[in-house]
């Protein structure tokens, strides 16, 4: 009959595989205003009733890295709908999660992607940006390579999202992101719209004009010199999404955001 081992032993045993897997699953969570779905505090919706109220509202985000997979979830205010079809569980939002792994000025980018019109501080320059987006990931890569390719390194699209009740769900290889602790990193998070028909030079975006209309935000300026976001991580949200336009429709002062950590 062979001999029990210690308790102390088992203990030390459990100890240590409840430390290996804590240190082993990662999560970052934070939450957003409610009822601030409205950029720098005056953006309205489209008429178009694809568009409830509520739609781009950012009220969470959570991120969990576990074993080689890295999840995210961001929620909205209301239930999720797919008017246009795409089969995936949401239709209207386009999500971008920017990330800043080493928190230090002049390291990572401080444009944002193509058709946001926004900037970030300096030491809040982004590493990685994760893109949630309602169309093919084939759709999305080839506009990040024709109107961001030198940006293209760092972008990280999903090989599929999928939205369920209020919440937009997507998963990247951990070693995408980066080296480091995913919990000591910034994170923020814009909800702009999906656009099938984008101009030119935008990623998938759609527009602030200074008027509403069928497909398009108002509110803003139709020169382009307004930030294209409807809400972003944060209780400064006004502040970080304010901006100034020259009276030739040109920036003066562009929307500037920051990191949000734990």
């Known amino acids: 009959m062979k001999p029990r081992r210690p308790v102390l032993t088992v203990l030390a045993a459990f100890c240590s595989v409840l430390f290996t897997f804590t240190a082993f699953a990662q999560e970052v969570e934070f939450k957003d205003p409610l009822g601030d779905d409205n950029g720098p505090g005056n953006y309205t919706y489209p008429t178009d009733t694809a568009y409830p109220p509520g739609s781009f ?8 890295a576990s074993g080689d997979q890295a999840d995210f979830e961001v929620t909205v205010g209301p239930r999720l709908e797919d008017p246009w079809r795409m089969g995936v569980g949401f239709a209207v939002q386009m999500v971008f999660i920017f990330i800043d792994t080493d928190h230090k ?3 990572g980018f401080t444009k944002g992607l193509p058709g946001t019109n926004v900037t970030f501080a300096a030491e809040d320059g982004w590493d990685r940006c994760v893109i949630l987006s309602p169309q093919s990931a084939t759709r999305v890569k080839q506009d ?4 961001a390719s030198d940006m293209a390194a760092a972008i990280l699209i999903p090989k599929s999202t999928r939205g369920s009740g209020s919440k937009i769900f997507g998963s990247v290889p951990v070693k995408d ?7 000591t990193w910034g994170y923020q998070v814009i909800m702009q719209s999906n656009e099938g028909f984008p101009a030119k030079t935008d990623l998938l975006t759609r527009k602030v004009n200074e008027y509403e209309g069928q497909h398009r935000f108002g509110g803003g300026n139709d020169a382009d010199c307004d930030p294209h976001v409807m809400d972003i991580l944060g209780d400064d949200q006004k502040e970080q999404l304010a901006y100034e336009c020259n009276d030739d429709g040109t920036s003066k002062k562009m929307a500037m955001l920051h990191m949000v950590r734990k």
């Open 105 to 107: 000025e002049g390291s």
């Open 57 to 64: 509202d950012l009220t969470g985000f959570k991120m969990k």
């Open 144 to 147: 990040v390579d024709a109107k």
């Open 177 to 183: 992101l980066g080296e480091g602790d995913p919990t």
